[in-house]
């Protein structure tokens, strides 16, 4: 009876083992499923998060060369289409980039030197030199990008303000423009 008792008592420990190794392996098995899941979530966000665009595509920081690729002072603006800007340097030799796109309803307008003010062909909205607007439909004058200049040890000597005025770039710069952040133009008044 003892004895019976006995292997009885060892069989049931036995099984309360198992039951708790199983038990373990369930758990260690949701744990590792949850941190899988975890990191491949973070993955993911980061990636999603990461800027797609690179140095030299639009939407991006575009190099643009040096300093003697703008107009003249007071000049015709010049296309620089693969960053989708107006190269236009004012009166005062302040250059300013500003951005292809009709603020109307996203037209590609052009220059009409012969008027010398930019035009939109879809519903005839009018912008002066500098992207000021005169005429239209349009709520706003044009937009602006970011102009950055850096001398010839790559640091940076000037930069566009936030209030897209026309910048003074240093003579031997090296010109970049910031194809994604853009400034916003004046909201027409009348
Ligand atoms: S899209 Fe330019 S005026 Fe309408």
Redesign the pocket.
Known sequence: MTVDTGLLGNEAQTEAQAEMSRREFLNYAWLASLGVLTAETAVVFYQFSMPRLGPGEFGGPVDIGLFDILPGIGAAPEPFNKAKFWWVVDDEGGAIAIFKI?T????I?SWKPDQAKFI?P????QFEREGKFIQ???PRSLDRMIIRAYDPGDVLVAETNEAGDPLQVPPGSRLVVETGLRVIGEKRTD
């Open positions: 009709c109307h309803l996203g037209c307008y939109c879809c519903h005839g909205s239209g439909p349009a």
